[in-house]
């Protein structure tokens, strides 16, 4: 079992940064993949970004490329995800998810463990 917990979001204006952390409990996380998905309402959930524990292997969604850095830290089993140069399309539900594997997979539907979800609201 792993536990994860997210932290981080909030309201902020367009152009602000946020940065998100997921605290991982329960197992070493050097087998899993973690990622984080986002969920408006109204609309499916959506991958953002995810990492490769062991190796540091990232990838994005092309519609926040250049401007989300997916990153973790091993002593603090904590992985990270730093929002630039939010839009208002970025408000969401942010989600940090977990699974024993070595591949990167962007479907929710491959991801067994989640955290419970942190609010970034952008307002114009």
């Known amino acids: 079992q792993v536990q994860l917990v997210e932290s981080g979001g909030g309201s902020v204006q367009v152009g602000d940064s946020l940065r998100l952390s997921c605290a991982a409990s329960g197992r070493t996380l050097s087998t899993y993949v973690m990622a984080w998905f986002r969920q408006a309402p109204g609309k499916d959930r959506e991958f953002m970004a995810g990492?490769?524990?062991?190796?540091?292997?990232?990838k994005y969604a092309d519609s926040i490329k250049g401007r989300f850095t997916i990153s973790r830290d091993n002593a603090e089993n904590t992985v990270y995800l730093l929002l630039n140069n939010l839009k208002p399309e970025d408000t969401a539900l942010y989600y940090c998810a977990a699974e024993y594997n070595f591949y990167m997979r962007a479907s929710a539907a491959a991801y067994t463990y989640w955290g419970q979800g942190t609010q970034v609201t952008v307002s114009s």
């Open positions: 990492i490769v524990w062991s190796t540091g292997s990232t």
